[in-house]
């Protein structure tokens, strides 16, 4: 299930979503849901096929965006000190680290964590950011998978094992709307 958003470019204001299920297309408002159906039906697309084909549309007052999914790397967080709870699940799984690693670099930093489940090795958890165009994760996922088997956030996952463990290729224009996205949905 995937859900887009209709976003007034201006003011960032969300004025409603149309989510996937299959062929079925749900709609949050009779607004939305009347312009998708008036766009699809004069360019002669089904509701499915508007679906895909809108996807990062814009006329310059509003745009047509992904609801972006983030993906949770720690369990917790406890007076400001992220945490993994002692029963994380763990796995050994070198295809879902290859798509981790495959994703499109969204924003890059040299800085470095240090390994919250190993304190000794100091600051070597990466914090950059990537993207397979649909979820949002950092480096930091990768790491502990890699480092420790620690299991990514279990939708992230789900998604992962969906893709047939083959992220796809993501363009400059959907990378760089994803890092809007990814900004908005920080400051909104």
């Known amino acids: ?10 003011s960032d204001r969300v004025l409603g979503t149309m989510m996937r299920a299959g062929e079925r297309l749900e709609f949050s408002s009779d607004e939305v849901q ?8 004069s360019r002669k697309w089904s509701l ?16 047509i965006v ?20 002692p029963g994380h699940p763990r796995v050994s799984d070198p295809r879902m680290a290859h798509y981790l690693e495959a994703g ?10 240090v390994d919250r489940l190993d304190p000794a090795r100091g600051a070597v958890v990466p914090l950059s ?25 279990e939708e992230l996952c789900a998604h992962i094992a969906a893709q047939d463990f083959r992220c796809p290729a993501v363009d400059q224009a959907v990378a760089e709307q994803t ?10």
Request: proline fraction near 3%.
């Open 34 to 41: 009347a312009m998708v159906e008036t766009m699809a039906a």
């Open 104 to 113: 499109a670099a969204i924003l890059s930093t040299t800085n470095l964590d």
């Open 1 to 10: 299930m995937s859900r887009l958003k209709v976003v007034e470019i201006g």
């Open 129 to 153: 950011f990537r993207t397979d165009g649909t979820w949002v994760w950092t480096d930091t996922v990768t790491y502990y998978l890699e480092e420790h088997g620690i299991r990514p956030d």
């Open 179 to 188: 890092l809007r996205e990814l900004r908005r949905s920080s400051y909104g």
């Open 66 to 85: 992904p609801e972006l999914s983030v993906a949770r790397v720690f369990d917790g967080v406890e007076d400001g000190v992220p945490y993994f709870l």
């Open 48 to 63: 499915a096929a508007a679906f895909d084909l809108l996807r990062g549309w814009s006329n310059g007052y509003v745009e």
